[in-house]
């Protein structure tokens, strides 16, 4: 069986749903999407692909990577140049989170699920008529995300499944441990210190094959690195035209 990170966006319904399982018809039951996942669920159950409209998309771009990568530099860039909001991941975890990080006790999965959780429904909220954008949503939203296993992008990726508008992608920034213990060394004030940066490293599952990944290679200039991961993103929204 296909895992969700190897198939194709699932069909989406017309409403979307974000909680509490409901029924869909005689003898069909939603998901709960926020059941805590384990290594083997798959909240996707079909490999056809369909595409909304340019006018109706909305795009929530998931910056990924270790700790050090320069996800929320990156992910500001973004926010800049696409004119959307930003989420740093950071901002989400639970106190008790980076108590554990800051005393070097690498997080479990059981700490995570919360976490993503909580940051995949600010994404969808942020993508959600209300007061804050006078009713207006935006064309999508920029979200900082470690997301380092497949299991964890799989929880992001249900923040898709509930609108067929919604179209999700994960920028994976890629370096070599060394240049990004190099980069660690120099963050001393942030509660990731190296061996914490070390332990994400050895969990890292990067996103080869799953399609809605986009790898960016971040070894370069922060001038460089934003212009290629803009050059990258204008590039995938073309496809939408």
Not at 13 to 24: L, P
Not at 133 to 152: D, E, I, M, T
Not at 219 to 225: A, F, R
């Amino acid at each position: 069986m296909l895992s969700a990170g190897d198939r194709l966006q699932p069909p989406h319904s017309s409403a979307r749903v974000d909680s509490a399982s409901v029924s869909v018809g005689k003898g069909h039951i939603m998901p709960n999407f926020d059941a805590k996942p384990n290594s083997s669920s798959n909240p996707a159950n079909s490999i056809q692909e369909t595409r909304p409209t340019p006018a109706h998309v909305q795009h929530i771009w998931i910056v990924t990577g270790p700790a050090g990568s320069g996800k929320s530099t990156v992910g500001n860039g973004l926010r800049l140049e696409l004119g959307v909001p930003f989420l740093e991941g950071d901002d989400y975890h639970p106190k008790s989170n980076k108590e554990k990080m800051g005393n070097g006790i690498p997080l479990t999965d059981e700490d995570r699920w919360d976490w993503l959780i909580s940051l995949r429904k600010a994404a969808i909220e942020a993508l959600s008529p209300s007061e804050a954008n006078n009713f207006h949503p935006p064309a999508g939203v920029v979200v900082a995300c470690s997301a380092l296993k497949q299991k964890y992008r799989d929880v992001m990726r249900v923040a898709a499944y509930g609108s067929p508008s919604v179209q999700i992608h994960f920028i994976y920034l890629k370096l070599s441990e060394e240049v990004l213990m190099q980069r660690v060394s120099q963050r001393q004030s942030h509660y990731m210190k190296s061996d914490m940066v070390r332990s994400q490293m050895q969990a890292l599952e990067e996103p080869e094959k799953e399609w809605d990944a986009i790898t960016v290679n971040v070894e370069g200039t922060p001038e460089q690195v934003q212009r290629e991961v803009i050059h990258t993103v204008t590039k995938k929204l073309s496809e939408y035209l």
